[in-house]
C-alpha cells in the first residue's frame, strides 16, 4: 500500500467551477499536510498547509483534513486556466519523513 | 515566503565528468535539505535527506558514491554527480525546511549528459 495515494486525472474542470483534488494517506501517525502545485518542467510550489481536522481556507483555495477517514482534500474555487497543473500531496510523518503522492493532473478548460 | 535557489538552473556536461549542483536558502537558515530527481511525467523521488554538518541519508536505491551531498552550512548544500551518464540526465531539485513543518523547493536544474 502506497503511504500517499491520488488519483492521477485528468481531472477536467470548466473556468469558474471548483475543482475537487483528493488524496488518502495510510499512516495514522501523519501529523502534517500539504497541497503543492506543479507546472510542467517546473518545480513544485506549496500552496497550503493543513495540521489540524477541519477545513483550512486561503484565497480560492481550501484545504480539507479528516484524520478519522485518512483523507485530506484541495478545493479551488473559480477555477481558472493559470490553476492547470499538477497537484501534489504530501505527508508528513516522524521528524523528516515527507511522502508525496504522485499527483493530480489538472486541466481547466476556458 | 521562503526562497530557496539553485544552481545551475540548465546544465549540459559530457559522459564521465563531474556536475556540481548548488542549493541555498536564501532567506531561511535550513536546518534540513532535501534532493529530488524527476523524469519526465513522472512524480518526485526522493535521493537523500541531508542535516548541516553530518552526512546525508540515501534513499534505497541512490549510489552515495555517485551523488555526493554536502551539507556545509545552515543555508547552502550541494550535490555532484559523479562520472555521470547520459541516465542520470533528469531534472534535479532540491527542498529545504527551516525549523517548520514546511519543505520549500528550489527551482530545479536540468541535466543533460551527452
Given at each position: 500500500?502506497?503511504?500517499?495515494?491520488?488519483?492521477?486525472?485528468?481531472?477536467?474542470?470548466?473556468?469558474?467551477?471548483?475543482?475537487?483534488?483528493?488524496?488518502?494517506?495510510?499512516?495514522?501517525?501523519?501529523?502534517?499536510?500539504?497541497?503543492y502545485?506543479?507546472?510542467?518542467?517546473?518545480?513544485?510550489?506549496?500552496?497550503?498547509?493543513?495540521?489540524?481536522?477541519?477545513?483550512?481556507?486561503?484565497?480560492?483555495?481550501t484545504?480539507?483534513?479528516?484524520?478519522?477517514?485518512?483523507?485530506?482534500?484541495?478545493?479551488?474555487?473559480?477555477?481558472?486556466?493559470?490553476?492547470?497543473?499538477?497537484?501534489?500531496?504530501?505527508v508528513?510523518r516522524?521528524?523528516?519523513?515527507?511522502?508525496?503522492g504522485?499527483?493530480?493532473?489538472?486541466?481547466?478548460?476556458? | 515566503?521562503?526562497?530557496?535557489?539553485?544552481?545551475?538552473?540548465?546544465?549540459?556536461?559530457k559522459?564521465?565528468?563531474?556536475?556540481?549542483?548548488?542549493?541555498?536558502?536564501?532567506d531561511?537558515?535550513?536546518?534540513t535539505?532535501?534532493?529530488?530527481?524527476?523524469?519526465?511525467?513522472?512524480?518526485?523521488?526522493?535521493?537523500?535527506t541531508?542535516?548541516?554538518?553530518?552526512k546525508?541519508t540515501?534513499?534505497?536505491?541512490?549510489?552515495?558514491?555517485?551523488?555526493?551531498?554536502?551539507?556545509?552550512?545552515?543555508?547552502?548544500?550541494?550535490?555532484?554527480?559523479?562520472?555521470?551518464?547520459?541516465?542520470?540526465?533528469?531534472f534535479?531539485?532540491?527542498?529545504?525546511?527551516?525549523?517548520?513543518?514546511?519543505?520549500?523547493?528550489?527551482?530545479?536544474?536540468?541535466?543533460t549528459?551527452t
Amino acid at each position: 500500500q502506497k503511504e500517499v495515494e491520488q488519483n492521477s486525472g485528468p481531472l477536467s474542470v470548466p473556468e469558474g467551477a471548483i475543482a475537487s483534488l483528493n488524496c488518502t494517506y495510510s499512516d495514522r501517525g501523519s501529523q502534517s499536510f500539504f497541497w503543492y502545485r506543479q507546472y510542467s518542467g517546473k518545480s513544485p510550489e506549496l500552496i497550503m498547509s493543513i495540521y489540524s481536522n477541519g477545513d483550512k481556507e486561503d484565497g480560492r483555495f481550501t484545504a480539507q483534513l479528516n484524520k478519522a477517514s485518512q483523507y485530506v482534500s484541495l478545493l479551488i474555487r473559480d477555477s481558472q486556466p493559470s490553476d492547470s497543473a499538477t497537484y501534489l500531496c504530501a505527508v508528513l510523518r516522524g521528524g523528516n519523513q515527507f511522502y508525496f503522492g504522485t499527483g493530480t493532473s489538472l486541466t481547466v478548460i476556458p | 515566503g521562503a526562497v530557496v535557489s539553485q544552481h545551475p538552473s540548465w546544465v549540459i556536461c559530457k559522459s564521465g565528468t563531474s556536475v556540481k549542483i548548488e542549493c541555498r536558502s536564501l532567506d531561511f537558515q535550513a536546518t534540513t535539505m532535501f534532493w529530488y530527481r524527476q523524469f519526465p511525467k513522472q512524480s518526485l523521488m526522493l535521493m537523500a535527506t541531508s542535516n548541516e554538518g553530518s552526512k546525508a541519508t540515501y534513499e534505497q536505491g541512490v549510489e552515495k558514491d555517485k551523488f555526493l551531498i554536502n551539507h556545509a552550512s545552515l543555508t547552502l548544500s550541494t550535490l555532484t554527480v559523479t562520472s555521470a551518464h547520459p541516465e542520470d540526465s533528469s531534472f534535479y531539485i532540491c527542498s529545504a525546511r527551516a525549523g517548520t513543518y514546511e519543505q520549500y523547493f528550489g527551482p530545479g536544474t536540468r541535466l543533460t549528459v551527452t
